[in-house]
């Protein structure tokens, strides 16, 4: 089940509310040579209006270097029986990774 069309922005309240409590979140990035990179990370650092995710940046050399290589980002929220993969673009500015979603699918 996917929602990569919902009309009126693309993270709801109720995605927003699984966001805000999702405690550790797995951020995947691809490499140019397609080699997929996953961390984990703490809560979300803000949701900016209705479909950019910030993060705040420690460390994450090689997420930073595939971001700058090919953009591509996913991440999963999860609260309670609720959960979502959040797909799209990404590009890291200073201290922030900042996550532009393109595309929601329902994981639980």
């Known amino acids: 089940m996917s929602c990569s ?6 993270l709801t309240p109720e995605i927003k ?4 409590q999702s ?5 995947t990035t691809l490499s140019a040579n397609g080699q997929p990179h ?18 705040g940046v420690y460390k994450m050399e090689k997420t930073r270097q595939n971001l700058a290589a ?5 991440v999963a929220v999860v609260a309670g029986k609720k959960g979502y993969r ?5 590009r890291s500015e200073g201290n922030e990774v900042l996550l ?3 595309s929601v699918d329902v994981l639980l």
């Open 86 to 90: 959040l797909s799209g673009k990404a």
């Open 38 to 55: 996953l961390i984990v990370v703490g809560k979300v650092k803000e949701v900016r209006g209705d479909d950019t995710l910030v993060f």
């Open 100 to 102: 532009t979603v393109e």
């Open 5 to 10: 069309s919902c009309a009126t922005g693309i």
């Open 17 to 20: 509310e699984v966001i805000s």
């Open 23 to 27: 405690a550790f979140i797995p951020i």
């Open 70 to 74: 090919t953009g591509v980002m996913q």
